[in-house]
């Protein structure tokens, strides 16, 4: 049976495998300048970010509907002659995405399997990558499952700003005080994804700009174990330098196995703002 793997626009992994595996894209919509953009359709992840520098209001996320998810289901399905949809999900913690997507596979009986991979950005992308090989080895749909269940349990995301400029016009930051004495110090906060998809602070959370990227490697070396192998992607906002350095810095102390740097998706570069550096690790099934 053939198999198509499709996932949602908050999944960060290289453009050019996407028409290169066939990987079906849901799109979110993104709201500003009296418009609603489709990631990726209409307007670039790079023109998207070009244009947030100079709005004073941030924009608006929206989840795909589930007409959004009928669409690729069915051109998945009847156009392209697929057997059978895994669709490889955000975090349910972080977004309602998979709500639409479970509404829409109603119309399809049991011909799409929904899995929810509790992260986002490049853990989410090597989610779909993985799907991809492990398709191409023939493997079934529930070893897939079973063996995604155990990586699961094995993935390691961290996410350093640059900025709380966006975070605060998101309202998600309600101090304005805070946002200047960030600016004043010149601290940058970390995070980490804990299961089931929950971002929260690293303790004691902020760190100066020289030590942000430094920070980000040491908290992946001592979450890492020392008999796996990863696969990493390393998300960015307008900073592929900073990208390039955290690679290069965490090959040196982790066995990696492949690594890619790409656009952050603007489902999350939204909040997080420029110069955000999101790092992915995913045990490597090789």
Not at 62 to 88: C, M, N, R, W
Not at 136 to 164: A, N, R, W
Not at 226 to 240: A, G, K
Request: glycine share 6%; charged share 25%.
């Amino acid at each position: 049976m053939k198999v198509r793997v499709v996932t949602d626009s908050a999944a960060d992994f290289p453009l050019e495998f996407v028409e290169k595996y066939d990987i079906g894209t849901v799109p979110h919509s993104i709201h500003f300048e009296n418009q609603a953009w489709k990631i990726g359709i209409g307007i670039s992840v790079k023109d998207y970010y070009q244009r947030l520098k100079n709005m004073n209001e941030m924009p608006k996320n929206a989840t795909p509907t589930p007409q959004d998810f009928d669409e690729v289901f069915k051109e998945s399905l009847e156009t392209k002659k697929y057997g059978h949809v895994i669709y490889i999900s955000i975090s349910e913690k972080l977004s309602s995405t998979a709500n639409p997507a479970r509404i829409a596979a109603k119309n399809y009986k049991d011909k799409i399997t929904i899995f929810n991979t509790e992260s986002a950005s490049g853990v989410q992308g090597l989610f779909v990558l993985n799907a991809v090989k492990l398709l191409s080895e023939s493997k079934s749909i529930d070893e897939i499952l079973e063996i995604f269940e155990e990586l699961k349990d094995e993935y390691i995301l961290d996410v350093g700003f640059f900025t709380l400029d966006n975070v605060y016009k998101s309202g998600r930051l309600k101090s304005k005080f805070v946002l200047y004495l960030t600016k004043f110090i010149g601290i940058k906060p970390v995070a980490v994804m804990e299961r089931p998809g929950e971002l929260i602070s690293t303790f004691p959370g902020f760190f100066l700009k020289s030590h942000m990227e430094k920070r980000l490697v040491d908290i992946i070396i001592k979450r890492a174990k020392v008999e796996l192998t990863y696969d990493l992607i390393v998300s960015n906002v307008e900073n592929p330098k900073g990208a390039e350095r955290v690679t290069n810095m965490i090959k040196k102390k982790v066995k990696i196995n492949e690594s890619y740097i790409t656009d952050c998706s603007p489902i999350v570069g939204t909040n997080t703002g420029k110069g955000t550096i999101i790092m992915g690790l995913l045990p490597s099934i090789d």
